[in-house]
């Protein structure tokens, strides 16, 4: 029986914790969410009691911890495997991975100027290393999406982890008034970051973001 436990930080702040539960929806599995209100007194301690890290989000599956998001998503399509969370295609599931992982590990200006704020909408003039980094972001999703723009409307035509990991990216985009036709965009990221903002899933980690 599988009975796990997702502990999430604020939903509106916290993209890593948006990531693996997007994943986790995606599996149709049932399981509980334990929210940590960030930038609180407190905030450490707490998360202490869960996580080996120090840090969220983590999953929790009977005794097993598992305390990174990449490695939880990566759990969960090798306990789901008839949620697809990969695709079959062996070349296709190696891009995959390297977007994701990608996104996992770089793009730090972007992440340092334009953190993650649902609800904000501003517009701000960008360093040029961010600037940089959005430019590499919407080669690889054109890049990806010409691939396999007949398979589906997302990174590798159906919905995958790879999707997960960028959907706090679109957010950013869209909090910050970035508009990608100015990074060399010539409509597929701009759509894709579009489909990736309508998902009913965010819809719905949305939704409990702003009412939060």
């Known amino acids: 029986m599988?009975?796990?436990?997702?502990?999430?930080?604020t939903r509106k702040w916290s993209s890593w914790t948006l990531r693996p539960w997007l994943a986790l929806k995606?599996?149709?599995a049932a399981f509980t969410e334990t929210l940590i209100?960030?930038?609180?007194?407190?905030?450490?301690?707490?998360?202490?009691?869960?996580?080996?890290?120090?840090?969220?989000?983590?999953?929790?599956?009977?005794?097993?911890?598992?305390?990174?998001?990449?490695?939880?998503c990566e759990y969960l399509a090798d306990?789901?495997?008839g949620a697809a969370l990969w695709?079959?295609?062996?070349?296709?599931?190696?891009?995959?991975?390297?977007?994701?992982?990608?996104?996992?590990?770089?793009?730090?200006?972007?992440?340092?100027?334009?953190?993650?704020?649902?609800?904000?909408r501003t517009v701000v003039d960008l360093a040029e290393a961010t600037a940089e980094d959005i430019r590499r972001i919407v080669r690889l999703w054109n890049d990806l999406r010409g691939r396999y723009s007949a398979d589906g409307p997302f990174l590798l035509g159906a919905w995958s982890i790879a999707d997960a990991f960028?959907?706090?990216?679109?957010?950013?985009?869209?909090?910050?008034?970035v508009k990608l036709s100015d990074y060399g965009d010539t409509g597929a990221a701009g759509a894709y970051c579009e489909t990736l903002l309508e998902t009913p899933e965010f819809l719905e980690w949305e939704k409990a973001a702003l009412a939060e």
């Open 2 to 9: 599988f009975s796990v436990e997702l502990i999430i930080g």
């Open 26 to 28: 995606r599996t149709g």
């Open 37 to 72: 209100a960030l930038r609180e007194a407190g905030v450490t301690e707490e998360i202490a009691k869960y996580s080996p890290s120090g840090r969220v989000p983590v999953l929790r599956d009977g005794d097993l911890v598992v305390w990174d998001s990449l490695a939880i």
């Open 79 to 81: 306990r789901f495997p």
């Open 87 to 120: 695709p079959a295609d062996l070349e296709r599931r190696a891009l995959g991975r390297a977007a994701a992982a990608e996104m996992h590990s770089g793009f730090p200006s972007l992440r340092g100027e334009c953190p993650m704020d649902i609800g904000l």
């Open 166 to 177: 960028y959907t706090p990216v679109a957010t950013r985009f869209r909090s910050y008034g």
